[in-house]
């Protein structure tokens, strides 16, 4: 940033935030000790700002030095020219030799500006998240497939209760039944996959349940962890199926039996073995 840029956002918010404070021009002069004239110079940018009058303004200002001084506009600069730099502003052809002075008038403008434009990138990244997600996690593939099932057989057991002719009641009894619990399975399907996708936003991270069921399962080692210290409803699912197999397999090898048959078959053990 040039010099005279600077000038030109320094004096511009000295004057801004002196007229927040609906204070005079001459009230804040004479007590930051120099003249109204020469601060009205300042706050039409025809005078340099120092340091130890920046820290005397911000003072009298009741703001932070930093709110007055060059460097915090320097990232809103740096954040038009991004702004402008998007694919989006290709054949607009925005003038960045007056991004400064654009900064300088429109400060409200420029922050809706920015604020947009960061909200659109941050929007744009959370597509490709999701995107990369939906197509790379199993949970996920697996509970569309499931969803598609169930409405496939809902379809197709409606589709012969309707169809003319005689059905008898014994197997129209069990059409029933069997389009309820089809249906049972489609809500709570449904559901599960509601939930997840809820999820993606409330994680805050890229991890599917598989990568998470694994990071928890290696961060508790040898204990048996909890599954409710998982973010998302479907890694809790998973972990509460992981661990009711494990303790399937420990009813049908108890611990005891394993480490007999360890220490029997001396060390190293051979898996092969036992």
Do not use: C, K
Request: aromatic fraction near 4%; hydrophobic fraction near 45%; charge should be negative.
């Amino acid at each position: 940033m040039t010099g005279r840029s600077a000038n030109v956002l320094t004096g511009t918010r000295i004057r801004e935030r002196r007229l927040a404070l609906s204070r005079r021009q001459a009230e804040v002069a004479r007590s930051i000790g120099i003249s109204a004239a020469y601060l009205n110079l300042i706050e039409h940018n025809r005078r340099p700002v120092g340091p130890d009058l920046i820290a005397r303004l911000a003072a009298e200002l009741e703001v932070p030095a930093d709110e007055l001084a060059e460097g915090r506009e320097e990232i809103r600069i740096a954040a038009l020219r991004e702004a402008a730099a998007h694919p989006v502003a290709v054949g607009t052809a925005p003038e960045l030799d007056q991004v400064t002075e654009y900064l300088a008038r429109y400060p409200g403008w420029s922050a809706l500006l920015i604020a947009h434009a960061r909200r659109a990138g941050g929007l744009e990244r959370q597509l490709v998240d999701l995107s990369d997600r939906m197509t790379q996690d199993p949970y996920l593939l697996t509970t569309l497939h499931e969803i598609l099932s169930a409405v496939t057989a809902v379809r197709s057991t409606a589709a012969i209760l309707v169809e003319e002719g005689e059905i008898s009641p014994e197997w129209r009894r069990r059409f029933h039944q069997n389009l309820h619990q089809d249906s049972q399975r489609l809500s709570l399907t449904a559901q599960a996959l509601v939930a997840h996708l809820d999820s993606f936003e409330a994680e805050g991270h890229a991890a599917t349940p598989q990568e998470e069921v694994e990071a928890w399962l290696a961060e508790a080692g040898h204990q048996v962890p909890d599954p409710s210290t998982l973010a998302s409803d479907a890694a809790q699912a998973m972990a509460a199926a992981l661990l009711d197999g494990l303790q399937a397999d420990r009813a049908a090898l108890p611990d005891a039996v394993l480490a007999g048959a360890v220490a029997d078959a001396g060390r190293p053990a051979d898996p092969l073995r036992l």
